[in-house]
């Protein structure tokens, strides 16, 4: 029978897929990409310490800022022609910009990526994108060797950390300018060393073997300060080994300066605070006075926020703007039962060892949500800020390792294979469409496509417009989709009675009408999206177009309130309100009938 090779399938699998999603991302799309560019510019040019060099005014090449996706308002579909332009971008040593970068991690996260901006960039003047690129593919190339050794080191559960490695946010995170694929390969292989040591059944540790578990006890210390959580798990290490030689001395050693290095790191590179009524001593302070506020944190958060983290944890995308299509969600969990009952190897885990690790889990659970109401939270507040579930990525491992166990009938193993190669091709095309194609997000996730995709959502910032017999509102937009169904506007509130209308007009820039109805109140939400249908839908690719609702009838709809922008938040249109030209814009979307049939008219 020939011999499986689990680590060269997965790591295939991340290089393949890894490669689409550095092309096909667009520049600054992906968590804090902008951020991990301007500490690599620095350290780059010779600086270390996190805004030592960037501190000081216009140090940042502008270009940077320009090309990155993060600067759009709105979230549009980057054509072809868009990246060439791009592709014509350099760095200019005369237009720089002021910028603090929040990456503060250790700078082994960025040393390669470092050397790799400064040859390519100052000296050979390649093109911002292609840099981008570059940088991309330097992380995944790291994150796939660590899988791959990861893999290779394992004793049994081979098939689950592959899977667990090529979960969409994993790969998202590994193919991008991040240092989530250090923090996620780096953990996985803490976590697969400390297992092999655990199944050891030799009576001692060999110089190699303790040697590379001190190396990955040191790496912990220089990732994100919450990784030294997985310290603990080095209890599971059978005490026979830890005496022989008197191996737990050096691993003490390790230790001790890995949970020091991120300490004495905060020091020399702290904090940019940019939330008021932030107080790390004094929250850390009311965990011991006041401990039932952190703890009514801890539920509000668990209680309101799992079904987020959930998906979070699968993957979502651009700042969790674009989710993955409905079925992966289901799909991956799934895989990973899949995986649990395909283990060939037996499973030598004690039950007191199993234990250990699920405790260690949960300990690792409870401390990212402690690191954040500390470091991240206001005071006073019951919610704990700054939480994504791509932060518990690292210790995922813990709560699916205690339930490995060899089963006497086997899933075969091209049946995962095949189940994780769809996924992951899924994933990049969902991407692909949401990036890419004017409704592909929704062709993607079965959905109705409504635009724009507005970056800055927050409903409860919405300013209102009464309208009251006096109000006209006229907004005008540059419609991106080809077939317009319908304009949608934001209902902030509604107390009016059943009769009472506004007049609707669709029109050309130069007052010429296309559609005409008429919004009445009775037909209209408490709060929340109203639909003003363009029946027939109207052929309006790239058109300037505009509406106006205007109480025609003398009376209008007084208790009706319209939700306004309290900024502009559409680049493609402008609004007046009673003849005159504002700063801001309605809260409006139109909806298209665009779909997989039109993508190629």
């Known amino acids: 029978m020939r011999k499986q090779r689990p680590e060269l399938f997965f790591s295939i699998l991340i290089l393949i897929i890894g490669m689409i999603l550095v092309l096909i991302t667009p520049a600054g799309a992906n968590f ?49 022609e868009t990246l060439r332009q791009q592709l014509k971008l350099k760095i200019d040593d005369y237009d720089l910009m002021t910028y603090q970068t929040r990456a503060k991690y250790f700078p082994t996260l960025f040393m390669v990526q470092a050397v790799i901006m400064r040859f390519f960039g100052p000296h050979l003047r390649f093109p911002i994108l292609v840099l981008y690129y570059l940088l991309r593919l330097s992380y995944l190339l790291m994150y796939c060797l660590l899988i791959y050794i990861t893999i290779r080191v394992l004793p049994f559960g081979k098939w689950v950390f592959g899977t667990l490695a090529v979960m969409p946010m994993c790969l998202i995170q590994a193919a991008a300018v991040s240092a989530d694929s250090l923090i996620f390969g780096i ?59 008197k191996a737990w001395i050096p691993i003490l050693i390790a230790s001790l300066a890995s949970l020091s290095i991120p300490v004495i790191w905060s020091y020399l590179a702290p904090e940019l605070l940019e939330n008021p009524g932030i107080e790390p001593a004094r929250q850390l302070a009311n965990l011991f006075t006041k401990p039932q506020i952190f703890l009514q944190s801890l539920w509000t ?14 993957g ?15 799909l991956m969990p799934s895989a990973l039962v899949l995986a649990l009952f395909s283990e060939s190897s037996k499973v030598t885990l004690k039950a007191r060892q199993r234990a250990l690790i699920a405790l260690v889990g949960l300990f690792n659970l409870l401390m990212v949500f402690l690191v954040f109401y500390v470091v991240i939270t206001p005071v006073g507040v019951t919610r704990i800020d700054g939480l994504q579930g791509r932060y518990f990525e690292p210790f995922i491992p813990l709560f699916i390792i205690p339930f490995l166990f060899t089963p006497k009938l086997q899933v075969n193993k091209l049946i995962i294979g095949t189940v ?11 991407l692909f469409l949401s990036y ?17 995709y507005y970056k800055n959502w927050d409903p409860s910032t919405f300013m209102g417009i009464t309208l009251d017999k006096n109000t006209s ?31 609707f007009a669709l029109e050309t820039l130069e007052g010429n009408t296309l559609r005409s109805s008429w919004i009445e109140s009775e037909t209209l939400p408490q709060n929340g999206w109203a639909t003003i249908p363009i029946d027939p839908p109207l052929s309006a690719l790239n058109y300037e177009l505009q509406f106006e609702i205007l109480p025609d009838d003398g009376i209008g709809i007084p208790g009706l309130e319209l939700g306004r922008f309290p900024t502009s938040e559409f680049n493609r249109g402008a609004l007046w309100l009673n003849g ?11 909806s298209c009938a665009d779909d997989f049939s039109t993508l190629f008219k």
């Not at 005014?57 to 600067?71: A, D, Q, V, W």
């Not at 292989?189 to 060999?206: D, G, H, P, Q, T």
């Not at 300060?225 to 830890?242: D, E, G, K």
């Open 32 to 80: 804090d990409e902008d951020t991990y560019v301007a500490r690599i510019w620095e350290m780059a040019l010779g600086h270390a310490i996190p805004n030592s060099y960037l501190g000081t005014p216009e140090k940042l090449p502008s270009g940077f800022y320009t090309i990155s996706y993060r600067r759009h308002i709105n979230l549009p579909a980057i054509d072809i």
């Open 187 to 245: 953990s996985f292989l803490f976590i697969a060393w400390v297992i092999r040591m655990a199944a050891n059944e030799k009576e001692s540790l060999s110089k190699k073997e303790l040697a590379v578990l001190c190396l990955l006890i040191l790496a912990l210390g220089t990732l994100k300060p919450n990784a030294v959580f997985l310290l603990p798990l080095l209890v599971i290490i059978p005490f026979r080994l830890l005496k022989k030689n």
């Open 301 to 314: 958060m668990l209680s309101g926020s799992l079904p987020i983290y959930y998906k979070q944890v699968i």
């Open 316 to 330: 979502v995308a651009g700042y969790g703007y674009w989710n993955m299509p409905g079925f992966i969600y289901w």
């Open 420 to 430: 994780l190669s769809l996924s992951s091709i899924v994933c990049a095309a969902s």
């Open 436 to 452: 890419h194609v004017v409704c592909g997000y929704a062709m993607a996730t079965n959905q109705p496509c409504s635009l724009p």
């Open 473 to 503: 509102i006229k907004q005008s937009e540059v419609i991106t989709c080809k077939q317009l169904t319908g304009i949608q506007v934001w209902v902030g509130k509604n107390n009016a009675p059943a009769g009472q209308k506004e007049f």
């Open 580 to 590: 005159k030209e504002t700063e801001n814009d309605l809260v409006f979307r139109y």
